[in-house]
């Protein structure tokens, strides 16, 4: 088996080796960066991996390669990549909405991956969080309606997101000078509403991941989504408090049953769930499942996650093993 993996210095890359290493997926591996990494080497299964930038010899004879890079990144390397014949899961928002390529949360609709045509894309991080954590109630009455408020941690923006608030912390305590860069304002000891750039609706570019991804993968085309992101001086795992509503009436016991029953969710009942708690691991955490006051089929539920792992690389490396399973 050889396995590449595309952007294997970032936040989400790092992670990617990471989870294959735990799941002690023994491979050819080879890892690709931009050229600010060449001469570098990473750590897998106890070998050195140089760090190389793509090319036509890099991706011959590879069977997947899980993408880590940005989307502008991903649509320029598609073609090469397409022409290597190998398998493309890739992490960016580059072909996620494409009807040809499956977009796919294995627990979900796994089943899906199998009518790709080289190329699977991995969902938004918060959207996979939510819809781990919704799922098993869509499967006992449809969701119609999703309120959903994000709290999205720093490492959402990659190393420099994490960086950027590690600096501030610092220079706010030191009282240096500082300019934000990543995110539109200062994050440390502060929250920001807005993630990506703005619609003439008013609705940023990743909360409307939230609505046309979640209807892709749930099957569900007439779902209405209204949601708003905000990044909040968090390093690691997301936070969503969903409200929704379903076809038919679902009781608060039979949903935290559903969920409890759910594979890669954890219904945390006598505790709520912070992002201190999901971090650096894979599953996703659901706590305070209540009626909603506002409608007659409405639950609302808090829900947490660590978006590096379930939210991108261990969602790839799982698309991977079901292709390799299947
Ligand atoms: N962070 C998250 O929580 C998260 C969650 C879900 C999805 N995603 C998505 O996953 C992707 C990676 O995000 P990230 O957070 O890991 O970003 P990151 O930390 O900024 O890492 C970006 C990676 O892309 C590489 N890269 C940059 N330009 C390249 C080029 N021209 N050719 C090849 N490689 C190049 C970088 O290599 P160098 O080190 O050499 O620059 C680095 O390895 C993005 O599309 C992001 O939207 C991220």
């Excluded at 996703?284 to 379930?310: A, F, H």
């Amino acid at each position: 088996m050889r396995i590449g993996i595309l952007g294997a210095t970032g936040a989400v890359g790092e992670q990617m080796l990471k989870v294959m290493e735990e799941r002690g997926i023994d491979c050819e591996l080879r890892l690709f960066a931009s050229q600010r990494s060449l001469g570098r080497t990473a750590s897998y299964m106890g070998r050195d991996v140089e760090l190389r930038v793509i090319s036509d010899e890099g991706l011959r004879g590879l069977d997947y390669l899980l993408g880590a890079a940005e989307a502008d990144v991903s649509r320029a390397l598609l073609p090469q990549i397409q022409e290597s014949g190998a398998v493309y899961i890739d992490n960016s928002s580059a072909f996620r909405l494409d009807p040809d390529v499956p977009l796919v949360i294995p627990q979900i609709n796994g089943g899906d991956t199998l009518n790709h045509k080289g190329v699977v894309a991995n969902p938004n991080c918060s959207t996979i969080i939510t819809y781990m954590a919704l799922a098993p109630i869509h499967r006992l009455s449809p969701l119609r309606t999703l309120v959903a408020s994000t709290y999205q941690a720093v490492s959402g923006a990659g190393k420099a997101g994490l960086q950027e608030l590690e600096t501030q912390v610092d220079a706010l305590r030191t009282g240096a000078a500082f300019t934000p860069a990543v995110f539109p304002k200062q994050i440390a000891y502060n929250c920001i509403a807005q993630i990506g750039g703005f619609d003439p609706e008013g609705y940023t570019s990743e909360e409307m991941k939230m609505q046309n991804e979640g209807r892709k993968i749930l099957h569900a085309p007439d779902l209405k989504v209204t949601c708003t992101c905000v990044r909040v001086p968090v390093f690691r795992s997301h936070s969503i408090s969903a409200t929704f509503t379903t076809e038919g009436h679902i009781s608060v016991e039979e949903a935290e049953n559903a969920i409890s029953a759910s594979e890669g969710v954890v219904l945390m009942k006598d505790d709520v769930a912070s992002p201190l708690d999901t971090s650096d691991q894979d599953l996703v955490y659901v706590s305070r499942v209540r009626r909603d006051l506002t409608s007659d089929n409405g639950l609302t539920l808090w829900c947490c996650g660590d978006q590096i792992r379930k939210g991108a690389a261990t969602n790839a490396v799982e698309i991977m093993e079901y292709l390799m399973k299947h």
